[in-house]
């Protein structure tokens, strides 16, 4: 199975099953009610519900009047933080609608949406945790010195950053980057990139500098598309 995960949408009925796998599996309902225990806590997921089972953990499963829920298989490590959690039947409400689509996606065979779905998911389930996350769980995560990846974005502008470099420089993974980067500064992590170089390009303009040498500096194409990305902030 590839690191990214296996998306697939599945129905359930009357009969029970039980089993473990060695990779994490996230079910997130989207009709009917599916009953699970998992590792011997009662789980109940419903349409807008959802569940993380981690590797190994033994899960009975059954439903009376049957469910259909898109499921991932995945081995990326980053789901561990979601698996196990107090509010693990609680769906995150981006993952909801974004876990609709995808159900769509499968059913017309969309490649797009099965190669990028389960970095979607990860991305708006750990985004959801954040934002429900209590003051403790926070402070015992790894803090983000903002200023000084300010600094050191301000010294790439030459290439095309993503946010896995962003994420890489303070040593998390992308989805934990872009999650962190919304809870402090209420945006993505790319336009958080963008309002970097932006005011850094404010920045060298208010000191008079031309143009031409302001756009080379901050990575923009042209003096054209520097002015042009300016009007559009001033909007």
């Given amino acids: 199975m590839a690191p990214a995960g296996l998306l697939s949408l599945r129905h359930y009925g009357a009969s029970p099953g039980s089993h473990s796998h060695d990779h994490f599996q996230v079910l997130l309902g989207l009709s009917g009610a599916l ?21 190994g953990d033994r899960h009975d499963f059954e439903s009376s ?53 389960p970095a979607l998911l990860l991305e708006a389930w750990l985004d959801g945790s954040a934002q429900n996350a209590s003051p403790a769980d ?25 946010v896995a470099d962003l994420a890489a420089q303070v040593h998390l993974s992308p989805s934990q980057f872009a999650a962190r980067c919304r809870q402090a ?18 920045l060298l303009r208010s000191s008079g500098m ?14 054209s598309a520097l002015t042009a990305a300016l009007r559009r902030a001033d909007r």
């Fill in 138 to 162: 926070i402070s015992r995560r790894r803090s983000i010195d903002w200023p000084a990846l300010q600094r050191w974005a301000a010294q790439q502008w030459h290439r095309d950053l993503s």
């Fill in 210 to 223: 031309a143009v031409a040498e302001v756009a080379r500096r901050t990575g923009y194409r042209s003096p």
């Fill in 35 to 55: 009953e699970l225990e998992v590792a011997g806590r009662g789980v109940r997921v419903a349409a807008g519900g959802g569940c993380v089972i981690a590797p």
């Fill in 185 to 202: 500064h209420g945006m993505g992590a790319m336009a958080w990139l963008r309002d970097q170089r932006m005011a850094q390009a404010r």
């Fill in 65 to 117: 009047r049957g469910s259909v829920c898109l499921v991932l298989d995945t081995t990326h490590p980053a789901w561990a933080q979601c698996a196990g959690q107090p509010d693990n039947a609680v769906l995150p409400a981006d993952a909801l609608p974004l876990a609709r689509y995808l159900a769509s996606a499968l059913q017309q065979g969309r490649p797009l949406a099965t190669t990028h779905g």
